[in-house]
């Protein structure tokens, strides 16, 4: 039997947690693979088809630049180049791109998209993120935690902000499935859907960790190891701008936030883009619009040295190769 061959990767708990930490160590691996100069073509003469009908920098980047490496070719597919959505089937897009490809991501809103790809395609299909989880991201986030804390288990994550989003949701389900211990900082309008939190809770459960929805700062911080945050909107909600910039001031990552951590060890991350700053035309918006220049995290927590947002960037790519290289590659895994 072979653990990984063949499969898709579409959302966090398609896997164990044993199988989760294996993804997460042998993305390790191939990372020291990497820094070494060694060949790690797993994937020779392979074709990665890329279907993107969202934005992205570092997740189409990390696809085509670990296919690349892993010998194979990728090709992009956007939402305009292809038919997909407009003029033919989810069903009908799969059934011929996998008759083509060994491999399909796919980035877009509807997570049925997704599951109806790897269900019609025949090949392994990975979730580059739909507007309800974002499971090759969990890789890297743990992979940069596990880097820095040495360990996962027994852990506190902080997520602050929009506690509905996708990274919320995978956030939440992921760290209960590895027991670290997840806090969610939000304000009650956006707490997560009760259907992952009873999800997360069972898994906290299973893994002696704990979860804790609140608006409570001093609640939230208590214990924090890890400072998360993300976006106030996400790709699709852009309607949304106004209402998450007045909500969500009080569950912004800033010094005083890290002050109140009180954790000498203390790391921020956050899975980007982030709004810090007025450099970017986004950023010039916002402030024309509503007098502030940073959002979700000021820029002065983003270039402190609790940040670690770049090395977790860096990390997409070597755990996305870890994931298409196991599920599609000539790896072959027996027992996990
Ligand atoms: N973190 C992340 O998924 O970034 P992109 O949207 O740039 O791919
Ligand atoms: N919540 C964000 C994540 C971006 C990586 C979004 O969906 O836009």
Not at 79 to 84: P, R, S
Not at 120 to 147: C, R, Y
Request: charged residues 25%.
């Amino acid at each position: 039997t072979q653990v990984f061959q063949g499969r898709s990767f579409l959302k966090e708990v398609d896997f164990t947690r044993a199988e989760l930490e294996y993804l997460i160590d042998f993305s390790a691996h191939v990372k020291d693979l990497k820094k070494r100069g060694v060949q790690h073509k797993f994937l020779e003469g392979k074709n990665i088809a890329l279907l993107f009908e969202k934005t992205s920098t570092r997740t189409r980047a990390a696809f085509t630049t670990a296919a690349i490496d892993l010998g194979a070719h990728p090709e992009y597919l956007g939402k305009n180049d292809i038919q997909l959505g407009k003029k033919e089937s989810v069903e009908d897009t799969a059934k011929v791109l996998g008759r083509m490809f060994d491999g399909i991501e796919f980035r877009g809103f509807d997570q049925a998209v997704v599951e109806g790809l790897a269900e019609h395609s025949g090949v392994p299909v990975w979730n580059g993120l739909t507007d309800e989880w974002h499971p090759t991201q969990m890789i890297a986030d743990f992979l940069t935690i596990k880097e820095n804390f040495g360990k996962l288990e027994g852990l506190t994550l902080v997520y602050c902000g929009d506690g509905r989003n996708n990274m919320a949701n995978s956030l939440l389900v992921t760290g209960s499935m590895l027991g670290v211990n997840i806090h969610i900082f939000s304000p009650k309008e956006l707490f997560p859907e009760q259907s992952v939190v009873a999800m997360a809770e069972e898994y906290a459960k299973e893994n002696g960790s704990h979860i804790l929805i609140t608006e409570d700062k001093e609640a939230a911080v208590k214990g924090a190891d890890i400072l998360y945050t993300d976006v106030w909107v996400s790709m699709g909600e852009e309607d949304k701008f106004e209402e998450r910039v007045n909500m969500l001031q009080p569950y912004q990552v800033n010094m005083d936030l890290v002050k109140a951590a009180n954790n000498e060890d203390l790391i921020i991350l956050h899975c980007l883009p982030a709004f810090h700053d007025t450099e970017t035309v986004y950023g010039k918006d916002i402030q024309e619009k509503f007098g502030v220049s940073e959002m979700e995290i000021t820029d002065e927590a983003f270039r402190s040295k609790y940040a670690r947002q770049f090395d977790q960037a860096e990390n997409r790519m070597h755990s996305i190769k870890a994931i298409m290289a196991l599920t599609a590659g000539n790896l072959f895994v027996n027992k996990v």
